[in-house]
């Protein structure tokens, strides 16, 4: 008996360490194929991708004559944001997780285990920014009106509204930056859909250079990695 349930617990071992390695390579060959790989486009209006090493942003002007952001997400749902903050960098991702861990320190397995389940429920990370200084972790992408458009529409979509058609607060004293604040958002977070495949997706709807698919940050700054997109 003792022996068979060894023979049957290092099989499923196997099979799952394959998966797990199947999984993992799918996700580097599919990062590393590009999508609108020579986007053409009149440089209308900047937009930024940012990173912090794991998780991906989208940055946006907080007021240009497509949206103004701040009526819909308002400085007041921030610690100390005001009109000098210029800019707004928007992400999304699991709403516990956000939470929970403000830092990687702060994180737990069972936080961890939910998140990769796609069982948990989501939301967007919202910070408006003074300025934004572009270096390896955050790129410049100069774009036309029309796609800035497309981009908008997306990140709209990706958050819950109320009866009235607004977005919803989530209403928490945890606030990553001074300039921050959460919302509710659709969909859930899982092994195939990352907060990196989110903003990913935002790229693919402007028309932007991108991935075919991706989970991690890397993929998506390896498209941008020379210095012509911020001219």
Partial sequence: MNKRFLRYSGKFSIAFIALIGLYFTV?????????NAKATNPKEVAIYIMTNGVHTDIVMPAVNPEINWTKEIPYANTLEADSTYLYLAMGWGDKKFYLETPEFADLKLSTALRAISGLSTS??????YKNIREDAACKRIMISHAQ?????QYVLNSFKKDEAGHLINVKSNIHYDIGDAFYEAKGSYSIFKT??????SALKACKQKS?????FDTGIFLKYSHTDTVK
């Fill in 211 to 215: 991935c075919l698919w991706t989970i």
């Fill in 27 to 35: 996700a580097f060959c599919c990062s590393r194929i590009t999508i």
């Fill in 195 to 200: 907060c990196n495949t989110w903003a990913n």
């Fill in 148 to 152: 800035y458009k497309l981009l908008v």
């Fill in 123 to 128: 939301a967007m990370h919202t910070t408006y």
